[in-house]
């Protein structure tokens, strides 16, 4: 059988054998040994016309949301993604291409992520950006044991309004290592409630807007963070339109980027976003590229800082990261050359928008907002007790709607959380509270 | 040129339709002072900065990128077709479990032929990296003993030879890491022996090993790490040279991680996205994160394992990444992946003969799908680095191997040419290889003063590192520069 990806004729290997001076394939494999040798239990080979048309079979029974009213955000949104941007993202150029280690073939590499941290810092008010984590999760978790090698100290509050699977990452990052984390509450605003913070405190971590979709208030929290670090979870299209923590004293600022142009494909890949302060980063994980001249002169593009990574620091370096979400960053970067101030702020005040008269919409048909707190572009809102049965019905209607918080938030009742986005129409609503009818 | 010197005020590349709901004004305290200096380009602009970037750029779809271990094999054309099916690429990970079946049916599957490849009982597709992987492996391992009482083993031991990352996941998880010596490019089995105590919780190994060798002593390895009561970890970074040939379980492995973005031929994306998922026998299946996918009749649930470590990445994984993976699966069949070590293995060793002409290859025998070469004499002789050699080979319009790894062999190239290289390639690759090797005795300046027909010239790197520049700091336009922020 013949394999497309695989170029050698029965000649090619016949010669190469020769050069080598062996007789068989298997003499190249005489180290394995022989008791521990098995072949493969899976179907054999098959040609691109039936893989292809096996997988659009199995693709075309999941839910395609583009045919869908989606009112369901939670931390990966459905937002338009002009078609210049993944047509660019994805040349194959940057797709194939590795890690930027030789950075005279990689400048449209190296120059992208630059660019790209230049864009995270613009948008959070951050003095330096790294070029991605792998997701929103795992740069808070990096983030916190960051702050805990800078303080020395073992112990994190995290506010109950941050995205759950953020803290069970965290949990699961921390815990094995006897680090603590303690949970902070919220009050009826959604907002946090920050009690005196004790001297074992490396850091405290919030969500701007946090999960329940509530603006935080950054500068209540910086003066109740005066004695350690203070970590915000952001979600960067609302940065268009609100303060960026950094100009409430952030000291790290990480979150998911996925709504910067990334397809939702199921909640990953996405875009790790990780920025602080400069004095910081020696201890910042993950890759960062720099601004540096050739041997001309020139202004090119390069790896730095690399004696705090793995490959040089081994057993000491300051995370294991290798391999980031670099695709991601630079599908980021093209979203944001191509939305550009004004575009990212209408995206995020339509957002902002069609949340607003949808929740008002809601409340005039007597589903009441469950926090006062201004929100952003996502609210939680007050629903029957046998929502989750009619949310899941919906789907037949070709609508997403809000998500059943139940299991996430069991002490808030029956609530659920609902999201608009730039994509968001009036028709969308209407039939949404249609269905809610 | 950055996109941010192209830009001009006013210039858009995007356009929003006409509202369809009213405004409402967002209080002021919440309003966004610092302005947002973001690019102001058109759409051409935006396609013209981008395409001009990629030109700077060496892809595998431009030619040979023989670096070792990192398996930069051709990415197939179908890998992304299939990806990017909207069934597949506008789903959410929120929407009710009954509409994403199909999904769980792909990731199922997937789960079931790495298992297979592996020789493994189940699997996590959880983890975005291989390092990812490692910590995954790592933290299943810490949990396991902490399950049995079992708190006094705190050290995890790792050949010289590893990869950097094995010591970084290892010790990320609180491990202590242990050096374990190489003879004669395997693991010393001496020095292992001698290690091997109540306070090792497992060993780390990549088998081939990182020369390229098979380490022949694994069973024996296996059998003292087991005895001593501790596990077995594989980086499977490097098994692009055994599928179908042999499992890791069936060498004796307890736990593996695979790089789909290697192995599995799904790109590498200029540095990720990757994928890292990890397999585990039997008695540590109840130890993997949550959500797995497991079958129940005909439905697909996602479950959390009894003893589960957690959550270690948000959702699912890296959803696009496993279809590449499961799509390369199929195509290649079981036929397919062994053909794709035979010939990984075959290129290799017939680059290594090439090669040992003009530079010492320091480990006899057969190599598996990559090699180690050590230009150290012709350092010796003519005072060219290997990383002058590197850049050379930059101007000849190929990529160059891996440099300065793995860090016990002195001036190290370490070459994997893969096999969806041909012969005609390799024979280039060699006369390239060669001609620079040459040069460096015949005028060592060139080298150093390498590359030449680059975009850019040799990058100072220790300016780079010594006064760093993050970000873009050049001028704003003169009607933004008055209202920067702080």
Redesign the interface.
Known sequence: MKHPYIPHTEEDIREMLDFIGVSSIDDLFSEVPVSTRSSLNLPKSQDEFTVFTHLKGISKRNADLEEYTVLLGAGIYKRYVPSVVYDLAMKPEFLTAYTPYQAEISQGTLQALFEYQTMVCELTGMEVANSSMYDGATALAEAVLMCFRLTGKEKVLVARSVHSEYREVLGTYLKTRGFRIDEIGYDDTGRVVLEDIDDETAAVVVQYPNFFGVIEDLEYVRKKTQNTMMVVVVEPVSLAILEPPGNFGADVVVGEGQSLGIPMWLGGYSLGIFATREKYVRQMPGRLIGETVDAEGNTSYTMILQTREQHIRRAKATSNICSNHAHAALIAAVYLSVMGPEGLKEVAKRSYDAAHYLQEKLEERGFRKKFSGDFFSEFVFEVPEDYPERWKKMMEKKILGPLPLERMYPELGSVALACATEMTTKDDIERFLEAMR | M???DKSKKG??????PE??????S??ER????????????S?PD??R??????????????GI?P?GS?T?????K?N???A?????????????E??????L??MYELKA?LC??T?MDDMTLQP?????G??TGM?IV??FF?DRGDTRRRKVLVPDSAH??N????????FE?VEIKSKDGMVDVEDLRKHLDDEVAAVMLTNPNTLG??E?D??KIAELTHNCGALLYYDGANLNA??????PG??GFDIVHL?L?KTF?T????????SGPVGVKRHLVDFL?FPNVEKEEDRYRLTVPKKT?????????????L?KA??Y????????????S??A???A??LK??ISRFLRVPYD??CMHEFVASAEEVFKKTGVRTLDI??RI?DNGV??P?VY?PLIVPEALMIEPT?????ETLDRYAEILEKVVKEAFENPDVLK?A?HR????????V???RK?????RGEYEAGDRNQQ??
Request: charged residues 20%; proline residues 8%.
């Open positions: 950055t996109i941010f210039r858009r590349a995007f356009t929003l509202k369809s709901v009213p405004e409402y967002l209080p919440f309003v966004r002072r610092m302005p947002l200096r973001l690019p102001e380009v759409e935006v396609v900065h981008y395409t001009e970037l990629a030109h700077k750029n060496y892809a595998v779809d431009v990128y670096l990192c930069m094999k051709y990415n197939p179908l992304e077709k299939v990017n099916l909207p069934g597949f690429r506008n789903v959410h990970p929120y929407q009710p009954e509409t994403l079946q199909d999904c049916q792909l032929m297979e490849i020789g975005a990296a291989g390092a990812h490692e910590l933290l810490k949990k902490d950097g990352t010591p970084a996941s290892a010790s990320m998880v609180g890491v060798l098979f022949r694994i069973l055994i599928m179908g040939k042999v499992k069936d060498m790089n973005h031929s790109p590498h994306g200029m540095g990720g996205p990757g994160p470590i957690g959550r270690v990445r948000s959702f699912f994984g890296n959803f696009p990444v279809v499961y799509s699966i199929l195509m290649m069949g079981r036929d397919g992946l062994e053909k794709v035979e010939m293995v075959l290129n060793n017939y003969k090439k025998g057969f590197a850049k930059l990529h160059p891996t790894f096999e969806t290289e041909s012969k003063n590359p680059t975009p850019v010239r040799r990058v100072n790197e300016l780079a590192s760093p520049v993050f970000r873009w922020g702080t």
